[in-house]
């Protein structure tokens, strides 16, 4: 009696040990990321946000997302991560300067950092090309832009006499400056002259900021303007300077505006016309997906990123195959 039912609590004791083991072992593989973004009111953030919790459903890792408009918020969300019992964390900061901030704040708490889309620079401005990186082939986007603004200008029949573009530029962004310097090459190849060409630097990288910018350029115009290019590193660089051409009289015949991401401007592109012509779409599948999933990688087996990852896929969008190209990826609703 006495033996039967002491081997009878060894058994509940191993099963309860069994259970506990169970457990911890399930808690030791629940593997978390942080995804931080600088503007997560911006589609293209959202869309990059979407993207990497769909890795982490497709693969079984879960994505902590966090909004950090500012330094102080940025540094505060790297301590929650660790908090948390995050990992890593993939980044695209408010400003690329606290690199070296996040930098140390990471390894304080031992988490490994990978950069998207802005890439850090240290204290000369110099970039910081040991954090591995994914971002865009930046000059080369801006050429295709500038190309398709172009092309369109053509294919109108514009007379470059009567053409005048604004650049709306943010060029405390490297990846910025690169797009709009790209862009401003192919406009010039394409036959506009340089003294057609307006630069409108942004103060905040958003649609006012691009409104703004591009109305202090307007009036510089001079009377022989009668068709307008607008440029920018992004969409919403773009859509505010075609709102300001819209208030300033400008018919949507006589505007060409072309952005890039592609995200940020399918509203746009639903309506009828405007001169908001269309946008290179990205692949905010690949800045979202790939990333998380190489930081899971990295955490989970030791296999740390590549250096820099250029992306320069892109596709021209407008209202004639925006449903086609964002059905591709996912991103027809
Ligand atoms: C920057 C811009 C975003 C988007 C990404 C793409 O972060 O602010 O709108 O263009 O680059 O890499």
Redesign the pocket.
Known sequence: MFAHRFARSLVCAATVLAAAGFTSLAAAEEVKIGFLV??AE?P?FQTEWAFAEKAGKDKGFTVIKIAVPDGEKTLAAIDTLAANGAKGFVI?PPDTSLGPAIMAKAKLNDLKVLAV??RFVDAKGQPMEDVPYV??AAFKIGEKQGKAMADEAKKRGWDLKETFAVINTFDE?D?GKKRTDGSVEALKAAGLAADHILFAPQKT?DVPGSMDSTNSALVKLPSEAKNLIIGG??D?SVLGGVRATESAGFAAANVIGVG??GTDAIGELKKASSGFYGSML?SPDT?GYETASQMFTWVTTGKEPAKYTALDNVTLITRENFQQELTKIGLWK
Request: negative net charge; hydrophobic residues 35%.
């Open positions: 600088k503007q911006e293209w695209c889309d802005d971002g865009l962004l990846t990288l590193m992004n919403s890039i991401n990205l800045s």
